[in-house]
């Protein structure tokens, strides 16, 4: 596989491990770390959860698609996207062309778990979170698998054996991990 650009985009549900594997994936390769809906907020001023409850979804969605088209042209980058980013069939073309996606895969019951106390995810404001997670992973899944180059489950493990599983599948995958990796462990 090449590394077009040399970058490195997370995708999956929201609970995954995006933003905290990306954070340690990022320093352990020396590369720079960008979180998706942290770009988006920091773009309009506003929160996401306020986006979602001024502009709806489908506003969001498209500034969520414009941001990826953004990132995904700069190089040497960790991305961690939005878990709805692979909604967007470019989004999807923009992350499987422009770099190596991994998708961060997660049970129903960990993600529950993990997003159980999150004020800010507005898609879980609802009187049954588990059914909203089931019914996202259900359409979502196949979009994940379909531009994902590797997966990788987070139910259980640690962020360091998280990590060091993608780095051993990037380096399968024709990556040059050995000479960007960083000595020092997280």
């Known amino acids: 596989m090449s590394t077009p650009h040399a970058n490195i985009f997370l995708v999956g549900l929201m609970g995954s491990g995006k933003t905290t594997i990306g954070r340690a994936l990022?320093?352990?390769l020396h590369m720079q770390f960008v979180d998706a809906d942290h770009e988006i907020e920091s773009r309009t001023g506003a929160s996401i959860t306020l986006i979602?409850?001024?502009e709806g979804e489908a506003s969001f969605r498209q500034r969520e698609a414009d941001v990826i088209r953004d990132l995904t042209q700069q190089q040497g980058m960790v991305l961690a996207t939005g878990g709805g980013a692979i909604l967007s069939e470019e989004s999807r073309r923009y992350l499987r062309e422009r770099g190596t996606v991994v998708y961060l895969r997660a049970s129903v019951s960990s993600l529950v778990q993990r997003t159980s106390h999150d004020r800010n995810r507005p898609l879980l404001?609802?009187?049954?979170?588990?059914?909203?997670?089931?019914?996202?992973?259900?359409?979502r899944a196949p979009l994940y698998e379909e531009v994902a180059h590797i997966t990788v489950e987070t139910g259980r493990p640690n962020v360091q054996t998280v990590v060091q599983h993608i780095l051993?599948?990037?380096?399968?995958?024709?990556?040059?991990?050995?000479?960007a990796v960083s000595t020092n462990p997280l």
Do not use: C, H, N, Y
């Open 168 to 179: 051993s599948q990037l380096e399968q995958s024709g990556w040059p991990v050995t000479a």
């Open 125 to 139: 404001q609802t009187t049954d979170p588990r059914a909203r997670i089931e019914t996202l992973m259900q359409e």
């Open 26 to 28: 990022a320093k352990r």
């Open 52 to 54: 979602f409850e001024i």
